[in-house]
């Protein structure tokens, strides 16, 4: 599987970017995709999974009610809708797809496919 992502930037405090991940290769080897993300000097963090094989839509806690994650099915195809960002969301945003159970979703170890990473700057 193969992982393109796209939709980073500069924005200001309170504003918006939406990321968008495409997947291609053997799409049937894989029933989740999402977000990581690594801020300036911290280590790399969970964000936000669409595990549509259980139905599963998990975020982390700092991004929830400002962050939402879709996924387009036809396109293989993730998204991640930022809004309110705030500066600590700084950092390089990786999409990533694996077959991840629930007890695992959070785990960067349960995802084999990475993509490259998206820069995210949010200032002041």
């Known amino acids: 599987v193969q992982l393109q992502a796209s939709g980073g930037g500069l924005v200001q405090t309170g504003g918006s970017l939406r990321l968008s991940c495409a997947a291609s290769?053997?799409?049937?080897?894989?029933?989740?995709m999402g977000w990581f993300r690594q801020p300036p000097g911290k280590e790399r963090e969970f964000v936000a999974v669409?595990?549509?094989?259980?139905?599963?839509?998990l975020y982390r806690d700092s991004v929830k009610g400002r962050f939402t994650i879709s996924r387009d099915s036809a396109k293989n195809t993730v998204y991640l809708q930022m809004n309110n960002l705030k500066p600590e969301d700084t950092g390089v945003y990786y999409c990533?797809?694996?077959?991840?159970?629930?007890?695992?979703?959070?785990?960067?170890?349960?995802?084999?496919?990475w993509g490259q990473g998206t820069q995210v700057t949010v200032s002041n």
């Open positions: 990533v797809a694996g077959r991840p159970i629930l007890s695992t979703m959070r785990s960067d170890k349960t995802y084999g496919y």
């Open positions: 669409n595990r549509w094989g259980g139905g599963n839509i």
């Open positions: 290769g053997s799409i049937s080897s894989i029933n989740a």
